[in-house]
Every structure is written in C-alpha cells, then in structure tokens.
C-alpha cells in the first residue's frame, strides 16, 4: 500500500494514525500484519449515540425553558442598553446578577428552583 501512495511504510502508518485520531476515517491499524483494517459501525451504536444526544438536547433545553419560566413569574427583566453615551459594554445585560435589579441573593433562589 504504501508503494501505492509512494511514501514508505513508517510514513504511511503515521499518517494513517493521524487520520484515524482526528476522525476522519473510521480504521484501526493492525500493526502485526502491516494491514489497515476498516471499522465498522452498528445501526444499534449509532442509534445509542443519537439517542444520548437527543437526550442531552432535551435536558439542556428543558432547563433553559425551566429559568425562564421563573424569572419571568420573578418579574425579572433585563433592559437594552440605552443608545448614545452609555457605558457601552460596562455592566450590560446580566452581568452584575446581585445589582439594583436583582434584590438580595433573588437569582440564587431562582437557580435552586431548577431541578438538577
């Protein structure tokens, strides 16, 4: 093979290593034989894996829906920032949690409302 793609064996191997750590091809080498063998991928793995990320999704957006639902029933509201002569990039949107919008440790009380 390497003959093939005329580089040497040594060359072809690192490379092929390189390839198959990054992804980009789904191979194992096997380096008793000098043979590249290819991996192949199970409809049962594949369906695990897009289950486990469907559910991941779920959870993260459930959790984002969850925070919103309790600043909105905690009447809490995060303002624009005014344009012209503002403090551009000082201090907007959420970035002083406890400041003149949140009372006292409010967006602690919020958090711990969300399931973990």
């Not at 199970?42 to 639902?69: C, H, M, P």
């Not at 002569?85 to 711990?112: E, F, I, Q, R, V």
Request: charged share 20%; proline share 4%.
């Amino acid at each position: 093979m390497a003959s093939a793609f005329r580089t040497t064996v040594p060359a072809l191997e690192k490379e092929l290593a390189k390839l198959i750590t990054s992804n980009e091809i789904l191979a194992r080498i096997d380096s008793f034989n000098r043979r590249l063998v290819a991996r192949q991928v199970t409809q049962r793995t594949e369906a695990y894996d897009k289950t486990i990320e469907t559910g991941e999704n779920f959870q993260t957006n459930s959790r984002a829906l969850l925070l919103r639902v309790n600043l909105t029933r905690n009447n809490f509201m995060v303002k624009p920032p005014q344009r012209g002569g503002g403090m551009m990039g000082m201090g907007g949107g959420m970035s002083g949690m406890g400041g003149p919008m949140m009372g006292g440790g409010m967006m602690a009380n919020l958090m711990g409302m969300m399931p973990r």
